[in-house]
């Protein structure tokens, strides 16, 4: 069955980088068009990144745009979502989307805090 695992979440000061993993089985992953998204408590789960199944094209909210960067490797059928510079504002649960399946992940916790 499909199934998506996210990993990589954590506690990290302001400032800091993470990277986020989501590992993809149970569909032809080198074939789905893949989205992260995120959501904090009290608010609207929010797209944050898209990749094209090559990995070719990408597209970002202008809001994260300038320090999210997502990847993927598809010998490995993993995404990856590198965060730079965080924000207490991106503090929230982090899942990947295999897109056209509409399946989500269980989400991985981002806490950015000093």
């Known amino acids: 069955q499909v199934q998506l695992v996210e990993s990589g979440g954590g506690l990290v000061e302001p400032g800091g980088s993470l990277r986020l993993s989501c590992l993809a089985s149970g569909f032809s992953f080198s074939n789905m068009t893949m989205t992260w998204h995120r959501q904090s408590p009290g608010r609207e789960r929010q797209l944050v990144a898209l990749?094209?199944?090559?990995?070719?094209?990408?597209r970002y909210p202008d809001s994260v745009k300038d320090r999210f960067t997502v990847s993927r490797d598809n010998t490995k059928n993993t995404m990856y979502l590198q965060i730079d510079n965080l924000r207490s504002e991106d503090t929230a649960v982090y899942f990947c989307?295999?897109?056209?399946?509409?399946?989500w992940g269980q989400g991985t916790q981002v806490t950015v805090s000093s």
């Open positions: 990749i094209s199944p090559s990995g070719a094209v990408t």
């Open positions: 989307k295999a897109s056209a399946l509409g399946a």
